[in-house]
């Protein structure tokens, strides 16, 4: 198994970035993926999820209605764009699944948003 993230970087206060996972080892389109990060404010938060099938998603409130995740099965790519980022939303951003019961992680992006 196999999650490499990109598309962090630095932006502004009310900026936007997608943030890409592209999966690989496992049945991509069978298990659900997940979005979370880290900060050293704020430790590890828990930010997104989306089904097998993209049918389901929820957020955490803090990002509710600022983010969205989506998911290209044929593509085994999970995205989440962000917008009306703001400086707490600063972190290292991890992709995740879990399969029979064990959790795999990418190795992260990092965002940070900053004036």
């Known amino acids: 198994v196999q999650l490499v993230e990109s598309g962090g970087g630095l932006v502004q206060p009310g900026g936007s970035l997608r943030l890409s996972c592209a999966a690989s080892?496992?049945?991509?389109?069978?298990?659900?993926m997940s979005w979370v990060r880290h900060s050293p404010a704020k430790g590890l938060e828990w930010v997104s999820y989306?089904?097998?099938?993209?049918?389901?998603?929820r957020y955490a409130d803090s990002v509710k209605g600022r983010f969205t995740i989506s998911r290209d099965n044929a593509m085994t790519t999970v995205y989440l764009q962000m917008s009306s980022l703001k400086p707490e939303d600063t972190a290292v951003y991890y992709c995740?699944?879990?399969?029979?019961?064990?959790?795999?992680w990418g190795k992260g992006t990092l965002v940070t948003v900053s004036s």
């Open positions: 995740n699944t879990k399969i029979y019961g064990v959790d795999y």
């Open positions: 080892g496992f049945t991509f389109g069978s298990y659900y």
């Open positions: 989306i089904d097998h099938a993209g049918a389901s998603t």
